[in-house]
């Protein structure tokens, strides 16, 4: 199993909706979570950070962390296509580990 | 605040050459990390410094490898006798604290032909 696994995509979501990104891991003993996103050719740039249980809000971003379930999610409400981009998700703290992303895509 | 910053952007080598990139992180970050990422994947931690200690290197980091931070503040990146598995896109982050947030520099793409 890997140590952060995430649903590799395509996900194709409307314009305006809302999408919805998830990754679990295995270690029950990780504290911290980062999401990225990284277009095409281009490094990862830090969405959302979260590192305790429930839900973080910032802008059009929610970032989710369940201990108890080991899942991590990552919500993006009004999605625009400048949204479209692959997402990263991070355990930074113990294993220094990414998920192998999810390619979003965003349809006008 | 200017960011992290790497150099060169771009590589292309031979193989059997050697080759060093190097890595100025944000001026108050004490903590540097290097990556390696290639196509389609996430990136792969390969190793990474606090001031100028190297605390952990991946099993990924062959002895072809080697990093330093002689001073705590830039770093630098390098790969002896390169091979065409090692094209890839290596990756700088820097964070102030542990398991902080860590930003990363635009990174180096290597082409090993």
């Known amino acids: 199993q890997k140590e952060v696994e995430q649903n590799s995509g395509p996900l194709s979501v409307p314009e305006g909706a809302i999408a919805s990104l998830n990754c679990t891991y295995s270690?029950?003993?990780?504290?911290?979570f980062f999401w990225y996103r990284q277009y095409s050719g281009k490094s990862p740039e830090l969405i959302m950070s979260?590192?305790?249980?429930g839900d973080k809000e910032d802008g059009r971003f929610t970032a989710q962390l369940n201990k108890a379930s080991q899942y991590v999610s990552l919500l993006i409400r009004d999605s625009q296509p400048s949204d479209s981009a692959t997402y990263l998700c991070?355990?930074?703290?113990?294993?220094?580990?990414f998920g192998q992303g999810t390619r979003l895509t965003i349809n006008p | 605040d200017t960011g992290v910053s790497q150099d060169p952007r771009h590589k292309i080598t031979k193989r059997g050459q050697n080759v060093t990139f190097r890595c100025d992180p944000i001026?108050?970050?004490?903590?540097l990390y290097w990556y390696r990422q290639t196509l389609g994947q996430g990136p792969e931690f390969l190793t990474y410094?606090?001031?100028?200690?190297?605390?952990?290197k991946s099993r990924l980091l062959s002895d072809r490898f080697s990093a330093e931070r002689p001073k705590g503040s830039f770093s630098t990146l390098e790969i002896q006798r390169t091979e065409q598995g090692d094209s890839a896109m290596y990756l700088c982050?820097?964070?102030?604290?542990?398991?902080?947030?860590?930003?990363f520099g635009p990174g180096t793409r290597l082409t090993v032909t």
């Open positions: 001026s108050e970050h004490n903590r």
């Open positions: 979260i590192y305790s249980n």
């Open positions: 982050a820097s964070s102030l604290v542990v398991g902080g947030e860590q930003y």
């Open positions: 991070f355990e930074g703290a113990q294993k220094l580990v």
């Open positions: 270690d029950r003993g990780s504290q911290s």
């Open positions: 410094f606090q001031n100028e200690a190297q605390l952990e």
